[in-house]
Structure formats: C-alpha cells, structure tokens
C-alpha cells in the first residue's frame, strides 16, 4: 500500500504559502490539502476557487480539496476549473450522495467522500464501490489544531476491513490532530493518507514533513 501525506494549508502562514507549499514538496508530501469551509455546514469561513487557482501549479503536488460545504454538489465544476485533482465531500453535507460523486467522476477528479465523528462507519459502505478515497474526520470540522479523537481508530479499522474483505482499492486519509507522536496509530488501524496541518505548518515545513515522511515510508 502507498503511504501518503497531505499537508493542511489551513495551518500555513499565508504570507510565505508558496514557499511553505514547496518545503512540503521537496521532502516528500506528495499531496496538498486545501481545506473549503463554508460558514454554513461549518462554522468557520476559510478560502475557496481564487486561491487554489493561484496556486495550483507552485508545484507538482496533487490538489486534495476537502469541500466542508452544505450542497458541494454545486461547486465541482469551479473547483475542477481551480485545478483540483480529488475532490472529496461530506456525506452529511450533500442531499444526494450518488449524484454528488458521479459529477465528480464526470469532471474527471478523483473522489473521496468523508463521514463527521458522530456519523458510523457503516455510512460509508454503499457508496465503496464507487469512491477513490474514504476521509475519516478525526476531529470535528471547522477549525485546525484541534485534539485528535480516539474512536476514530475503530472506525478506521472497521472501514479497512470493509474495503478488504470487498477487494476493493480505497485510500483511507485521516484528518485532525495528528502528529508525529499518534500517527503510527493511524497507519496501525489501517489509513494511508494523513493530513496535517500544526504539525508540518508550525515549525519547519521541510522539516516535519521530512519526519512524517520517515514514519509513512517505514510502514510500506
Ligand atoms: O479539516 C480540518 C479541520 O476542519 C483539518 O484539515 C485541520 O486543518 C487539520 O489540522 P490539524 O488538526 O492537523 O492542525
């Protein structure tokens, strides 16, 4: 399985962004996670199409839109014209799950879909099939540098398990309060993409993403 990090702008200092973007690059962090918040299915507003327009070609790194907004269905296309490479949505956000996924797919991005904390892992399992990637939110969405929440290692395992026993080939990212000290856990529990945000964007960029990076790789 490939190990995959994707760092989380929200915790950049946008002054240097492009230079921060290229330290995650050049040591390793093969995604960008670009976090879209809404006001409304979150409580907090970020950034949206114009910055990711900006800087989408400052490196090689694919473009890991996380859409925290009520009706994503309404923005794929602009988000695809941005410069996205994978989009994923929330279930709880879309009033159709199906038709939300499919107009990704019809935008040619690759597809994730995430689930809240509150929401069961069993929420995902009829849409495997047709997904890319599954976003395990381990802290409730809307803000960085929050705690990471434990349960979230058994909805991990128990959504692995559903995609091996399926033989199906699905990324499982992690997001929210992960670390170099807790990450082995989530690798352990069965993801492969971890995002991070505090923890590559406070301090040295290169640096903790150099770290991470020695973790992922040990694992594959
Ligand atoms: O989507 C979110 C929060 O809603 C995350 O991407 C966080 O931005 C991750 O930040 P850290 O917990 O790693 O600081």
Not at 183 to 212: M, Q, W
């Amino acid at each position: 399985m490939k190990y995959i990090l994707s760092p989380s702008i929200l915790a950049a200092d946008f002054k240097k962004l492009g230079e921060e973007m290229c330290q995650t690059a050049e040591n390793g962090a093969e995604y960008l996670h670009f976090d879209v918040m809404d006001g409304m299915f979150v409580p907090s507003i970020s950034f949206g199409m114009p910055v990711l327009a900006s800087i989408h070609g400052a490196t090689q790194q694919v473009m890991d839109v996380h859409l925290m907004v009520q009706e994503p269905i309404r923005y794929i296309e602009a988000f695809k014209e941005a410069g996205a490479d994978l989009v994923t949505v929330h279930l709880e956000a879309c009033e159709d799950v199906s038709a939300t996924i499919e107009k990704i797919k019809e935008c040619n991005m690759k597809v994730g879909l995430s689930i809240c904390p509150d929401t069961p892992a069993e929420a995902v399992e009829p849409y495997l099939g047709e997904l890319d990637m599954v976003l395990v939110m381990s802290v409730h969405p809307g803000f960085g540098g929050q705690k990471f929440i434990p349960e979230s290692l058994e909805k991990i395992r128990q959504i692995r398990q559903m995609i091996t026993k399926r033989e199906l080939d699905v990324d499982i990212q992690v997001d929210g309060g992960i670390y170099q000290t807790n990450v082995r856990e989530v690798l352990e529990a069965g993801a492969n993409v971890i995002v991070a945000g505090s923890a590559v964007f406070k301090g040295d960029p290169g640096d903790n993403t150099r770290r991470f990076m020695e973790i992922l790789k040990s694992y594959e």
